[in-house]
């Protein structure tokens, strides 16, 4: 194996610890090469890395319970299968249902609003 000189780039003799042409310090071809081969392992390793935590991060962005919801002012909620209906409070006291066909009333005690997704219309109950 030669060695090249990191200062002029000519190639010197396996023994040699100087260049024989500018006279800089040689490192073997051998120790330059496995110093690359860790910086691209290293590279390898840390982008899967990013890749993984960009992914668990958009995943947790996108992500609802199991109803549908990710709505965080929600305080109680409740699902039925039979009819598949989820209906519950609000953490200001507005009571709330849906179905899973988009159909939503929201009532605040007073007043009930419904929204049917097929017609993309909010109605007014009272």
Do not use: R
């Not at 910086?39 to 962005?61: P, Q, R, W």
């Not at 929600?74 to 989820?86: A, E, F, H, L, R």
């Not at 988009?102 to 097929?118: E, L, P, R």
Request: glycine residues 10%; aromatic residues 8%; positive net charge.
């Amino acid at each position: 194996m030669t060695k090249i000189c990191p200062n002029c780039k000519k190639e010197n003799q396996d023994a040699s610890n100087f260049c024989e042409v500018c006279g800089s310090k040689l490192i073997s071809t051998k120790k330059v090469q496995k110093n690359k081969s860790m910086g691209k392992a290293l590279t390898v390793v840390f982008g899967c890395c990013l890749g993984l935590i960009l992914i668990i991060t958009i995943s947790g962005m996108f992500s609802s319970d199991k109803n549908g919801s990710s709505d965080s002012s929600v305080k109680t909620k409740n699902y039925n299968s039979d009819t598949g209906v989820t209906s519950g409070e609000t953490s200001d006291g507005n009571q709330y249902a849906y179905d899973n066909n988009g159909h939503m009333a929201v009532s605040d005690g007073k007043d009930t609003y419904v929204y049917d997704n097929s017609t993309g219309k909010v109605y007014k109950y009272n």
